[in-house]
C-alpha cells in the first residue's frame, strides 16, 4: 500500500500531441521551471482518453490526473476535447462515488505554443493536489 | 432492445459487504449497447470497488468478464472456473441474464448491479427512449406503428383524449400527445379512415405471467 | 505482451549537454538488469549519422526487436526514428520514445530532480515498448478522378489547374452558364480585365482540355463512400448520374443579401446593392439618368468584410469613370488586407472619391426623390456634414450558398459560426475540411479576395494530385482495426467518427460490421473509446500501452 508523499504528489498529465505535449516541449525551450513530479503521456488526442484510464491512474496510487487537450472550437478531430472534457465530468463523479475527491481529476485547454500556460497549470495543480492531501487522513 | 440503468454505487456497495472475492460479469448484447453492463462499465465498475475498498485495506479480488449474452445457459456455464473462484457474483446484465446466472450456479450469490427499466431505442447518442410495453397484442399496425400504450399517458387505444392541447399532452404538457402523432402518421399514409375505428378494450391477459412460450424444435 | 522480447534502450546526451547533469552509466546500469532488455546504449547525439548507422547495426546484430530512445521530444524526432528503424528491417511502429530534453532537463532546474524523473519517463517508455505491436503497409487504390462542385472562376481555374497535372475533371454547376459571378460584374479587383473576357478565355481553355467534364444545370445529390473512392449522384433535369471520384472539391463560393433589418430601410429605386449597381455599370447606355453624386456605404451591419470593401472600392472607381458622378464612400474602417488593396484604395482617392469616416452610423433620410445623409465625420473631430446625393449604394453581406447546410450535414463536412465551411485549420490547411479526400478552394469557406481564391484553386488541385497521381496510395493497414467478432453494430463508432472513416459491411455473408477506411482514418482514437463492446483496437495507442505507462507512474 502506497504511502502518499505530502511534498511530492504523483500526477499523470494525459497530452494531447496537438496541442499540449507542444506545449511542455515549449515549456522546455523557454526553460521554464514547473514542479518535477508530473508525468507525461502522450496520446494522439484528448478524445482518445477514457474514463477508464483515469480511474486506472488512480489505482496504481497516483494523486492527481491531469487532462489536456486543444481549446474548445480548435479540436483537430472536432468534438475529441469536448468527449475528453465530458468523460472528465463523468469520472469526477465516479471518484466521488468512491471518497476520492472529485478536484484531482481536472481538464484543461491550451494551444501548441503556450509553453507558460503549461507550465502554470502544471504548478497550480501540483499545489491543489498537495492541499488536497494534506486534508485527507494519512494512509 | 432492453434498456438498463447501474444502480448508484452505494446500494451495490452495501449489496457487497463482506465478500473478498467477486466475479463482476458484464453483457455484450443490449447492455452494452446502451452503455450500462458491458465490457467498458465491468471494467469501470470494478475499477471504482477496488478504489472503494483500497481506503479500508480490504480491497477485494475482482474478476471481470463478460459473456456475449448472459441469458444463454451455455455462455453463461462456460465461467464456471471464474465462478468456483468467487464468493459471490455482481451481474451488470438485465434482469434476464442475473437470474441466468443464479440459476446456472445456485450456491453463489448473484447480486443485479443495474435496474432493468425498459424496451426502447436509440434516439441520438446517449438517449434511450422506451417505445414497447411487451402487452403480447401488438396493434400498431392501426396506430400507423406508433404505440398509444408506451406513449399516451392515458395509454387510450381510441384517443386523443378531450385533454389534447396543440400536440402536446394535458397530463405532461412536455410530451406530445401520441395520438396526434397518430393521426399525423396515418394522414400521411393515407389511412385516416382508421381514426373513424372504434377498437374494444385489449386483452390484458395476452401473456400471462410469467410469459412462456413453446414451440417444437424442427 | 510476448515474454521473450528483446528490447533495445538508446539513450541519448545530445551531444554531450545532458551527461553533465545525469549519469547515464547508473541508468545503463539499471536498465541491463531487466529480464527482457537485450542492449543499452549511449550515444552522444542520435541525430547524427554516424550514431544511427550504428543504431542500425545494433538492432541487426543483436537481434533487438523493440526500440526504446530516451532523447529530445518525439515531436522532433519520431518520424527520422522510425525510418531509421524501418531501414534496419524492423517494423517502424516497434518504436516508444522517452522526452528526456524538453521535458526533463530543459524544464527542472534541480537536476537530481530531473534525473528522477528521467528515469521515470524511461521507465514509462519500456513498459510501452513492451506492448507495440507491427503496423504494416497495404496500398489503397484510388480512383484517378476528380469532382469540382461549383463552376464560378475557383471551380473553372482549378479544373483548368486538374487538368494541367493530367487528373480527369468533372466540373459541375448547378445554373444554366458556367462563369457565377463573372457574369454579373462590371469589374473586377486586382486583375485588370473585363470579367466577362476573362471568363471567355477561361471557357475556351476549358473547352480545349480533353479531359475536363463540365456539366450545368447539375446539382450534387449525394456523395457517399471515402477518399479515394466517393459516389457521385447529380441530378441533370430530370436524369441522374452516378459516379466514381477519388477526391472532391467544393468551389461554391457564396451568395449576398441585403440586411434591410441592419440599415432600417428598404431597397428602392436609389438605394440599391452592389448587385443592382454593376448591370448600371456593364450598359451605361441603359442608364436613364446619370446620377449626379452617388454615395457607398460600409460598416452599418456587422463588421464587413474584404469582399464588400474590395466591391465599394472597385465600383466606386467605375462610377467615377463611366458616369463621371462625384463619389464618396462612407465608412467605419476600412480593411484593405488584401494584395495592393492599400494602393488601389489611393488610386480611388487620387481618382477623385471621396472618403467618410464615422463612428455613430449616419442617418438616411429621404428628400424630395433624392437622399440626404447625416453623418459626423470623425476626421473632422466629428463636424456634422449634411450630403444630398441620388444615388446611395448599400453594403451586402457574404452568406453561404443555399443547401450548404443540407450538404454539410448529409456528408458530415463541419461548418464553421458563420455557416460556411470549416477550414482543417485556418492558417495551415485552408483547403483540407475534416474529411480525407474532400477539400474547399475559394470563398465557400473564407473570406477572399479574387487573388487568393485562384492561389487556392492551384492549391487545391495539388491537394488532389498529391492523393490521386500514382492511382493507388500507401496507407497504414488497420492501425486502428473493429474485430468484427466482437462488434454489436451499434452504430456508435459509425455516428461519432469526425472523420467519416467507419463503413458498415457484410462479413461472411451475414453478420453486418462496421469497418475502419484505413485511408481516411485520422488515428484520433474517439471511436477507440466511444465503442461500447471494446471492440477497436488502436494499434500504436493502445489501451494496452496507455495502462502500461501508467505502471511505472512511482518512479
Redesign the interface.
Known sequence: ??VQKATSP?I?AFCC?QSA??A??A???M????P??I???????A???????I????????DGVLVLGCHEEAC?????NI?AKN?VQKAKS??Q????DGRRVEMFTLAPNQGPRF?TIASEMTERIKELDSMKPQ? | MIIAQRKPLEDIEAMLTGYKKLLVLGCGTCVTICWAGGEKEVAILASQLRLASKKDGNEPLTLEATVERQCEKELVEALKGSVQQVDAVLSTACGAGVQTVAELFPDTPVYPALNTMFVGMPDREGVWLENCRTCGDCFLDRTGGICPIVRCAKGLLNGPCGGTNNGKCEVDPEKDCAWTLIYRRLDQQGRLDLMRKYYPPRNFQAVIRPGKIEALPA | MDKDLKLGIFLCDCGGTLSKDIDFSLIKTKLDKLPDVTFVNIGHGLCLKAAREAMQKDIKDKGIDRVVIAACSPEFCENDFMNVIQAAGLNPYLLSIANIREQCFWAHPDKEKAAQKAIAQIGMAISKARFLEPVEQAEAPVTKEVLVIGGGITGIQTAIELSNLNLKTTLIEKEAALGGKLNRLASLYPIQAIPQELLATKLKQLAERQNIDALTSAELIDISGEVGNFTARIKRGKKELERNFGAIIFTTGYDTKFSNQAYGFELSDIIITPSQLEPMLMSTSEVKEIPGRVCFILDVGDEHSRVSTISALRNALGVRQKFGSEVSILCRNLKVDSATLESFYRDCRSQGVLFIKFDKPPKISNEDGRIRIEVEDILMAGQPISLPCDLLVVEETSVPPRDSDVLSSALNIGLGPQGFYQENNVHLYPTLSNREGIFFAGNCHADLDMMRALTEASNVALNAYQLLSQGKVTVEAERVAIDPGKCRFCLTCIRACPHHAIRDVRVNHEKMVAQIVDLACQGCGICTVVCPAKAIKFKDWSDDQILAELELVEG
Request: hydrophobic share 45%; proline share 2%.
Open positions: 500500500m502506497k504523483n499523470i500531441a505535449y507542444q511542455a516541449d515549456a522546455g525551450f526553460r521554464l521551471s514547473y518535477d513530479n508525468r507525461v503521456i502522450r496520446v494522439p488526442c478524445g482518445r482518453i477514457d474514463v477508464l484510464h480511474l486506472k491512474a488512480f489505482e496504481k496510487g497516483v483537430r478531430h472536432l468534438l475529441g468527449r468523460r465516479l471518484l462515488e468512491v471518497g476520492i507550465a494512509g
